[in-house]
């Protein structure tokens, strides 16, 4: 008798292990997920105060997950001339945004962010979909 509580007592602790790892990626929402870099004004602008995005170093082949606190975060990350840092090799980065034609559709300010050589260094990406 005591060996059958014992393994109904593994059981239970076992399910409840598993219900609980499985809620944790639930809530986090971005595990086993595929997510797109953000490469427009536009589609950085779309994230709202709460929303997660990882933030992409190629210069140190890092990737930071962050949160928005503020909109003026996002705001930020596709202004023109702006600077995005890296929090793994502390270096800041610039903010290209370059709009397209005025009065064209779809009007896309495409945004690329970029070292001191100018090349494309750094990439946001929303972690939401
Ligand atoms: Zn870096």
Do not use: W
Request: proline content about 2%.
């Amino acid at each position: 008798m005591k060996t059958l509580a014992n393994i109904i007592a593994v059981t239970m602790a076992l399910g409840l292990a598993t219900s609980v790892s499985a809620q944790r990626a639930e809530q986090s929402g971005i595990a086993n997920k595929t997510f797109q870099k953000a490469d427009s004004a536009e589609s950085i602008k779309a994230m709202k105060k709460g929303d997660r995005y990882a933030v992409v170093c190629r210069e140190c082949d890092s990737v930071t997950v962050k949160e928005v606190d503020d909109e003026k975060d996002v705001e930020a990350m596709c202004h023109d001339g702006g600077s995005m840092h890296c929090p793994s090799c502390k270096k800041k980065y610039t903010v290209k945004a370059v709009g397209n034609r005025a009065g064209a559709t779809p009007a896309i300010t495409k945004v690329t962010i970029v070292n001191a050589e100018g090349k494309e260094c750094m990439f946001v990406v929303p972690l939401k979909g």
